[in-house]
């Protein structure tokens, strides 16, 4: 509702698709809708798993840097958006069929 605060979330996220804000939840951007769903779907995904692992105490076993980086060139990569395009596909037939009022 602040433009003030617009403008610091803008520069806070800077060219990153993703952010966690605190006592706030996730914000995420992308060049499409599609892409937007996709980053907020797998980052609550990913909080969820997070969140499960450390309820368990256990020590947590990290993958290499190595792992992650290659991770994340995977979904910057081109030859992700036709996966994109058709997950979003399928989450907007979901919602078609599920939700019709929705749709409307």
């Given at each position: 509702?602040?433009?003030?605060?617009?403008?610091r979330l803008i520069e806070d996220l800077g060219g990153h698709?993703?952010?966690i804000l605190r006592n706030h939840g996730l914000l995420t951007a992308g060049e499409t809708i599609a892409r937007a769903f996709h980053e907020i779907y797998f980052l609550e995904r990913a909080c969820q798993a997070q969140v499960k692992a450390l309820s368990g105490g256990a020590e947590l076993h990290y993958p290499?840097?190595?792992v992650r980086i290659k991770t994340a060139k995977q979904f910057a990569s081109p030859l992700v958006e036709p996966i994109l395009?058709?997950?979003w596909q399928a989450a907007l037939s979901?919602?078609?069929h599920q939700y019709t009022e929705y749709a409307s």
């Open positions: 509702l602040s433009t003030d605060e617009q403008e698709r993703a952010m290499s840097e190595d395009q058709r997950a979901l919602i078609e």
